[in-house]
């Protein structure tokens, strides 16, 4: 079997329901160069799912134990063949072109080391007795041209319309475990300090949200405000290893005159609204000089 050009990595995690038309959706592919690494992260058994498709471009993982998608995504790196990196969650699906229109754009050059697409965000009532979606709403909820301080902001890169080279992300360090949702945004985050990305203004898919009782990591995550918000810090000081071909390094010095509540809740504030990368330097001015172990009890997370 030739050396496929584009590798896709998959997680599932108890969806057998819609797996099977993810996976269908992946072998409609109008190019097919392609090879699917799915990864069972601790759910359900779907090895006979997979077996039904009898195509030697799949490759099955199965796990007992539930690690993480970022965990996963890591797994699948290492393991992939091909010369660029595709996604699919175990609940969305592509149409016949996403991967000739991404896998084109970044032919087209190196100074492209990402490609997006567009996607439909279909909006569904589940049948819970038997599981079944009933698509209520279809539109194109993120649409736009790559900006850098966007990327720094949030994520305007959906995971699923992603494309990128494999030695970028393996340059940028890959996902970071430690970061337990967002884990996308980590990604495009790491890889914007090295590259364009180039945008396909067509639409090349879909992915499905549930109009009640989602259980995406994304929104269960939410519920937990202080936690979510520090998961964005963690983002933010997940720096990729340097040298940095698209962004200038910034460091802000901050003498500390008193390790107190209301200085971290002010590093905090720093933090949280500042998008650029920066490292922050503090500088224990204090006196006497407060102890290390008294500095670092009123950061606390920070």
Not at 62 to 70: F, L
Not at 77 to 89: F, Q, T, V
Not at 163 to 174: E, F, I, N, S, V
Request: charged share 25%.
């Amino acid at each position: 079997m030739e050396t496929p050009k584009v590798t896709l990595l998959m997680s599932t995690y108890n969806r057998p329901d819609y797996l099977k038309e993810a996976i269908t959706s992946v072998l409609g592919q109008s190019m097919d160069n392609w090879e699917l690494i799915l990864m069972n992260d601790g759910g359900v058994d779907v090895g006979p799912t997979v077996e039904e498709f009898r195509d030697q471009r799949i490759t099955y993982l199965n796990d007992a134990v539930n690690r993480g998608k970022a965990f996963r995504m890591n797994q699948g790196l290492n393991l992939a063949k091909g010369e660029y990196i595709a996604y699919l969650d175990d609940d969305d699906r592509f149409y016949p072109n996403h991967f000739q229109a991404l896998s084109s754009a970044l032919d087209q050059g190196p100074q492209y080391g990402a490609a997006y697409s567009d996607l439909y965000c279909v909006q569904f009532i589940k049948d819970e007795a038997s599981g079944k979606r009933y698509p209520v709403n279809k539109f194109i909820q993120v649409s736009r041209d790559y900006n850098r301080d966007m990327m720094f902001h949030f994520n305007h890169t959906l995971h699923v319309s992603l494309m990128h080279r494999k030695d970028l992300a393996l340059k940028a360090g890959g996902y970071d475990a430690n970061v337990t949702v967002l884990i996308d945004w980590n990604i495009t985050r790491k890889l914007s300090f090295y590259t364009d990305f180039k945008y396909v203004p067509d639409v090349t898919g879909e992915y499905y949200i549930p109009i009640t009782n989602s259980d995406r990591i994304s929104n269960l995550e939410r519920k937990d405000p202080e936690r979510f918000k520090h998961n964005l810090r963690k983002i933010k000081a997940n720096l990729p290893p340097e040298p940095w071909a698209k962004v200038e390094r910034v460091g802000i010095v901050m003498p500390v005159s008193e390790w107190d509540v209301k200085t971290r809740e002010r590093l905090a504030d720093f933090i949280d609204h500042i998008d650029y990368p920066i490292r922050w330097a503090l500088v224990n001015n204090s006196s006497p000089a407060a102890a290390p172990s008294k500095c670092s009890e009123i950061l606390g997370e920070l």
